[in-house]
């Protein structure tokens, strides 16, 4: 029996919700395809999301106050991306995503810092989840934006809204500092 609803959970004819099994409507379904293939498309957006993810939490971090003594500027770059200018302290942030991409990332970052002696690096644990979560969030967000813009009736809206929520799950659930 299980491996019957799993293979209807595989081809998007039921999804698990609290605990319960329900037929998706043909909107819901086709809507969950058009998620697919979005993902499979949203690999180009990903390390952009990832670096503006990375950023929102970091935020805060323009300034450090070192024991009361003395206020240093934080210069933040995230991945690859450089910080337009150089500061008191120079920080370089490796996002699971950049990390997810090696096979020893802790490795290549101590190779680059040999390299950059006035830079302080910081490599984040390999997080699948994480980049599973803005993969999802990437796609339902590209495909939400086109389909409440087709939906006819107020019917076919209200089918959509529990996407909306899981769009503002997903945004609540990303790291923040």
Not at 28 to 53: G, K, P, T, Y
Not at 74 to 80: H, K, R, T
Not at 114 to 135: A, M, T
Request: hydrophobic fraction near 35%.
């Amino acid at each position: 029996m299980q491996k019957c609803l799993d293979s209807l959970a595989a081809h998007k004819w039921i999804k698990l919700e609290e605990g319960n099994y329900r037929f998706l409507s043909q909107i819901e379904r086709n809507f969950e395809e058009d998620v697919n293939d979005a993902l499979q498309m949203v690999v180009r957006d990903l390390r952009e999301r990832v670096i503006d993810v990375a950023s929102d939490s970091l935020k805060n971090l323009k300034k450090y106050n070192h024991r009361k003594l003395r206020v240093f500027e934080v210069a933040l770059s995230i991945d690859e991306d450089e910080p337009k200018k150089k500061n008191d302290l120079n920080l370089k942030v490796y996002s699971p995503l950049w990390v997810s991409e090696r096979d020893d990332p802790v490795q290549d970052a101590y190779y680059k810092s040999l390299g950059e002696s006035d830079r302080i690096f910081w490599v984040s644990k390999n997080n699948l989840v994480f980049i599973d979560k803005v993969k999802r969030l990437l796609a339902v967000e590209k495909v939400f934006g086109e389909w409440s813009k087709r939906a006819k009736t107020p019917q076919e809206l209200a089918e959509l809204e529990p996407y909306r929520t899981e769009i503002l799950n997903l945004k609540e659930e990303l790291p923040q500092l």
